[in-house]
């Protein structure tokens, strides 16, 4: 039986607290799927672009009910813009409607196959629904974007300790997330890692590399 660590204990604490925290996009724009690729964001009309802010508003707000009728009505208006769809996914899951967050979010990275905080997201809901490679494939799908993606490495390290049992890839993850963010309860969870890896006699050179970048422009 895998021994449970006083980290796991920690972690599997934090994780109980569902949902965690997302970003709420601030533009209903897509990006390019790729960098080497040229292409023209979609571009939203003056009235969809008030619509858009004040929705999004309502979503800070944690209005959710309101939140997700606005945002439901963009996704109409202004299908292939990913933010609006990654918006529209979150009010539905604050709003626990968990299988309609799922094709939001489908849909949003089916306009925009890099955007970033869809595919953490689709990992989230992967990990509560048991299929741990699938979040372990969107989660390092939002590692490859353009800039870094502090969330993505910290949910990485969370699955490959607690549920994976992969000790060496969950402390290269939880060093990426502390140099991005300098979270001081990151020291602790590596120093209780380490533990873990010197009673296991391993060593930090067996730590894959990995390309640590996301999109993180919507």
Known sequence: ??????????????????????????TPVTVPEAETVVTTRPQLTAELQQQFTAAKQLLLDKDYPAALSQFNQLSKQAPEAGGIWYNLALAQ????????????????????????????????????????????????????????????HKNLAFLYELYLGLPLQAHYHYQQYYQLTQDEQVKLWLALLEQELDSQHLTDSAVPAATLQENGND
């Open 1 to 26: 039986m895998k021994r449970i660590s006083g980290l796991s204990l920690l972690l599997l604490s934090a994780c109980a607290q569902l949902p965690p925290s997302q970003p709420v996009i601030d």
């Open 93 to 152: 899951w604050y709003s626990g409607q968990t299988d309609a967050a799922q094709l939001s979010l489908q849909q949003a990275v089916d306009v925009a196959p890099q955007h970033s905080d869809s595919h953490n997201l689709l990992g989230v809901l992967a990990r509560q629904r048991g299929d741990m490679r699938a979040a372990e494939r969107h989660f390092k799908q939002a590692l490859a974007g353009s800039e870094p993606y502090a969330m993505a």
